[in-house]
């Protein structure tokens, strides 16, 4: 559905043909419209009633100067696939993004690409931990790797690919990621706490494994939030699966020193729950 402009804009910069950055009163904008930079330069108009497909606004001061600085330090081409990359989340999400998405994933894919021409790789530590928490980002992510590939020749390894989909997550979440890292280091922590505990390798693209991440996610949600969950099983897990709790009751200890906050026994029973299901898994290969 088209927007119609309301006011005029100025021209700040054109990236390409169907994507401009303009100016009203102190807000910058990011205009998407087939023809709209075709032969404008910096100070035109764009006058009041025109069409315009998609609109982004960097309205914190903040943004605006570090976009600014993006802007200043990259060429049109470049800033035109970051843009067009966003475009297509945002279309293919059905949302509107957090303003700092255009910082953010512009700057890294900026000093990936830097990187990985000068043969220096970051290896990401989060990697199975966000393809199983947020797969409809990674897949996204991957379909921006592909348009970076095409248009820049470098390929974005897996690794890449991941800290893309962190930037969507953070630009779907209005700009949060330390929750996100933090919630990733403490399942990290975990696991290798119960691989150690019995003595198992586990799976890390496993079905099991994701089960237990995405619970650990959204236990330690709900123990951040204090909100109290019943497990009318509590007495048969602890009798049925006696090492399993144990285990469970120490990773809820880590949970505990993580978080700052106290784990009920409603939710030490789930937790043991998942880690049987692993133990399980583990005997029957």
């Known amino acids: ?51 315009i497909d998609k609109i982004f606004t960097i309205e914190n001061q903040f943004n605006v100067q570090n976009f600014n600085e993006i ?30 998405i255009h910082i953010g994933l512009t700057e890294h894919i900026s000093f990936a690409i830097k990187r990985l021409n000068n043969n220096e790789e970051i290896q990401n530590p989060f990697l199975i931990e966000i393809q199983t928490l947020y797969p409809q980002e990674f897949e996204l992510a991957k379909e921006a790797a592909i348009k970076i590939k095409n248009s820049t020749g470098v390929l974005m390894p897996d690794g890449e690919v991941g800290f893309i989909a962190l930037h969507i997550h953070s630009a779907r979440n209005n700009g949060k990621l330390s929750n996100t890292i933090k919630y990733s280091y403490i399942g990290n922590k975990i696991t290798e706490y119960v691989e150690k505990e019995l003595n198992i390798v586990i799976d890390k693209t496993s079905l099991d494994y994701a089960r237990f991440l995405t619970h650990m996610r959204f236990a330690i949600e709900r123990i951040m939030k204090k909100s109290l969950i019943k497990n009318d099983l509590l007495n048969i897990i602890k009798e049925s699966y006696p090492k399993s709790y144990l285990v469970a009751e120490k990773v809820a200890k880590i949970l505990e020193n993580e978080l700052e906050v106290k784990v009920v026994e409603d939710e030490v029973a789930y937790i043991a729950m998942h880690i049987q299901r692993f133990r399980v898994s583990v005997e029957n290969n």
């Open 1 to 51: 559905m088209k927007t119609i402009l309301k006011v005029d804009y100025v021209v700040l910069k054109v990236f390409n043909n169907n994507i401009i950055l303009a100016n009203n009163n102190g807000k910058e904008k990011i205009l998407f419209e087939k023809g709209i930079g075709f032969g404008k330069k910096v100070g035109e108009i764009i006058k009041k009633g025109t069409e």
């Open 71 to 100: 802007v200043s330090k990259n060429d049109e081409k470049f800033l035109a696939l970051c843009e067009e990359i966003i475009y297509d989340i945002s279309n293919k999400l059905g949302e509107d993004l957090s303003e700092n």
